[in-house]
């Protein structure tokens, strides 16, 4: 088990994944906590069911602020949610 958990977390900070986590965390911090705070991803009636929805409730955040980012900053901050809180497959 220990060892699969530290194959798991070689291979992510090997493939670069794990400067994208970070990137959107640093996003996510910036912009998402202005509004809430992270209590929102670990309620129990989150309506946040997959990684899609996930992907358009962060798009709609993003617009709804005035976050003028990327498809990759969006992408990254949905990695970080959802490497934290969701994890979806």
Do not use: P
């Not at 977390?9 to 959107?24: C, K, T, Y």
């Not at 906590?33 to 955040?61: G, M, N, P, W």
Request: glycine share 4%; proline share 0%; net charge negative.
């Amino acid at each position: 088990m220990k060892q699969t958990i530290l194959l798991a977390i070689a291979m992510v900070l090997s493939s670069g994944a794990w400067a994208d986590v970070q990137h959107g965390k640093q996003l996510h911090d910036e912009r998402c906590t202005k509004c809430h705070d992270d209590s929102v991803y670990t309620r129990e009636d989150h309506f946040i069911t997959s990684k899609e929805a996930l992907t358009k409730q962060v798009q709609r955040c993003a617009l709804n602020t005035g976050a003028q980012w990327f498809d990759e900053d969006t992408a990254d901050v949905v990695d970080y949610l959802n490497t934290t809180y969701y994890k979806f497959k």
